[in-house]
């Protein structure tokens, strides 16, 4: 009699790949704390990112100055530090306590106080008069008006407070956190910081459901007064003008940034020519730490550099979307994509600009460019974001059973002198 012989069936390469296909993917869509940890790393990534390049673009002008390298790095390094440190202050934030709309009005109109105090103790830079000087300290008032104006324009339009369906309640209740925070912001004449705002503010109707007819109604208007403000400053016009592709350029004159921006990007080629050995940063290229750091950028790292910097902004956009879509508080999802609106539409002009398909707009890199206002900004606001991930159904439990990292260092630590005893 044949003896039996059970049948064992072999596993393919394919087979084992769908797998581990499937098992990411059911980790992707119900792992709780993925959005979490997306937002953290990315964060902190484009933070270290930010800071590695102005130290790299700002050490030439601190030299220029007298200034020891170290101080030039001490200065973002302790912005850096301390915007971590709010962001994880943020993190921990009540968001039902800052989604009250009575909560949400005081901090926009203490930013809207803020940003009124340019015009008495402000200082022109470049023809904008968009910084507070006291006590040898700058301040930008309107970054922190962002945040304010997002987060008032969330508790607002998450309790679907407006009613789109009338134009005088739209222009009664948008008057104070679109119009006021706009019209401070022209006090200092900065249009480029203005255009942000209103990008915001479209978005984040467009998401809460006002129809695409009325947005074109109050998109014209804004279009209008953009146009006006264009034609009543000389430097506006010139920039727009020189833009034009019939126009001469001057590399000497006011087409200095966008044409020394694309010898930086060209001379970088692929991979780039190293670490703190850009060539446009020796004083060539106006704003090289700021406006125009993307530039530095890709001179110092290429275009693989500048690909994985718009590859971790692309990253956090999804895990925006991911925390909007998978939260079930209104408020949050508004927040969520008026955050998202922020972050991506001013790197988006920011790196238009220096690529040379947008006007010359001073409009700062996210995490990047140099600034302790914007910095500290953009790092308290992805602390909200960091508050927000953890009402995900079972983030917050998981989150609060994993020990920390230093608890667990000292763990190891305080194990391996028992062995050594």
Not at 176 to 190: F, Y
Not at 322 to 332: G, N, T
Not at 352 to 365: D, E, K, N, Q
Request: hydrophobic share 50%; aromatic share 8%.
């Amino acid at each position: 009699m044949a003896k039996l012989v059970p049948k064992v069936r072999v596993i393919t390469a394919d087979e084992t790949l769908e797998k581990t296909r499937r098992e990411i993917r059911y980790q992707l869509d119900h792992n709780p704390v993925i959005t979490f940890y997306m937002i953290l790393v990315v964060t902190v990534l484009l933070a270290g990112i930010g800071l590695l390049m102005v130290f790299s673009a700002s050490s030439i002008s601190g030299l220029t100055n007298r200034h020891a390298p170290l101080i030039t790095f001490l200065k973002p390094a302790t912005y850096c530090i301390v915007g971590l440190f709010c962001m994880w202050v943020a993190s921990r934030a009540n968001i039902r306590l800052l989604l009250n709309l009575k909560v949400a009005r005081g901090i926009l109109l203490v930013a809207i106080v803020l940003q009124c105090l340019v015009v008495p103790f402000g200082a022109n830079i470049g023809g904008n008069r968009n910084w507070i000087y006291l006590f040898g300290f700058s301040f930008q008032p309107s970054e922190p008006l962002k945040l304010a104006m997002i987060i008032y324009l969330a508790a607002l339009l998450g309790r679907r407070r407006v009613d789109f369906d009338s134009w005088s309640d739209m222009a009664k209740q948008l008057a104070l956190p679109v119009g006021g925070s706009v019209a401070v912001v022209l006090l200092g004449r900065d249009m480029g910081t203005a255009i942000v705002f209103l990008l915001i503010a479209f978005a984040m109707l467009f998401v809460c459901g006002l129809p695409a007819k009325k947005i074109w109604h109050i998109t014209l208007p804004a279009l209008f007064l953009v146009a006006v403000l264009v034609a009543r400053s000389p430097s506006r016009r010139a920039r727009i003008l020189t833009f034009l592709p019939f126009m001469p350029k001057d590399a000497q004159g006011i087409d200095m940034q966008e044409i020394r921006s694309k010898w930086g990007l060209g001379t970088g080629g692929l991979t780039g020519v190293g670490p703190g050995a850009s060539r446009q940063k020796w004083n060539f290229l106006p704003q090289a730490d700021s406006d125009f750091i993307f530039a530095i950028l890709g001179e110092e790292f290429g275009l693989v550099g500048t690909l994985s910097v718009i590859t971790l902004y692309v990253l956090l956009a999804i895990a925006l979307v991911r925390l909007a879509r998978r939260c079930k508080e209104y408020p949050v999802v508004v927040l969520s994509y008026g955050t998202l609106a922020w972050i991506e539409f001013q790197a988006l002009i920011n790196i238009a600009v220096v690529v040379g398909i947008s006007p010359v707009i001073g409009v700062p890199l996210p995490f990047i460019s140099s600034g302790g206002s914007a910095l500290l900004s953009c790092l308290m606001g992805m602390g909200v974001m960091l508050a927000c991930a953890k009402r995900e159904n079972g983030a917050y439990q998981i989150l609060a059973r994993k020990p920390s990292l230093i608890r667990k260092t000292l763990a190891v630590v305080g194990n391996r002198k028992k062995e050594v005893e």
